[in-house]
């Protein structure tokens, strides 16, 4: 069983920057695209950004495109976030997630591991 851990969530003000990361128990990423969702209070789970198994190939939710950029070390089994620019509205608790099927977009439907997620509050 993969397990993933997520860290580097906490309270920022706005404007502010944070930096999440997320690890993984075993050697996945040769083979898995990699994406991170969020979900806020009330709200359904939504993508935010996601990267192919070599690092290549990124997406991004529109909203968080220009603030937001993913990135992983394959070597070090790590994903990262790096968030920059934040707004009240990115409130909401981040999840890693790993996808074997998809090849950059990572899909709710086709995510086969789950981290525990990772509170951010962004305060204004």
């Known amino acids: 069983q993969v397990q993933l851990v997520e860290s580097g969530g906490g309270l920022v003000q706005a404007g502010g920057s944070l930096r999440l990361s997320c690890a993984a128990s075993?050697?996945?990423?040769?083979?898995?695209?990699m994406g991170w969702f969020r979900q806020a209070p009330g709200k359904a789970r939504e993508f935010v950004a996601s990267i192919s198994w070599d690092g290549v190939n990124t997406d991004y939710m529109n909203s968080v495109k220009g603030r937001f950029t993913i990135s992983r070390e394959n070597s070090n089994s790590a994903l990262y976030l790096q968030m920059n620019s934040l707004k009240s509205e990115d409130t909401a608790i981040y999840y890693c997630?790993?996808?074997?099927?998809?090849?950059?977009?990572?899909?709710?439907?086709?995510?086969?591991?789950w981290g525990q997620g990772t509170p951010v509050t962004v305060s204004s």
């Open positions: 075993e050697r996945i990423f040769d083979s898995y695209a």
């Open positions: 997630a790993a996808d074997r099927q998809s090849v950059v977009r990572v899909r709710l439907s086709t995510v086969c591991y």
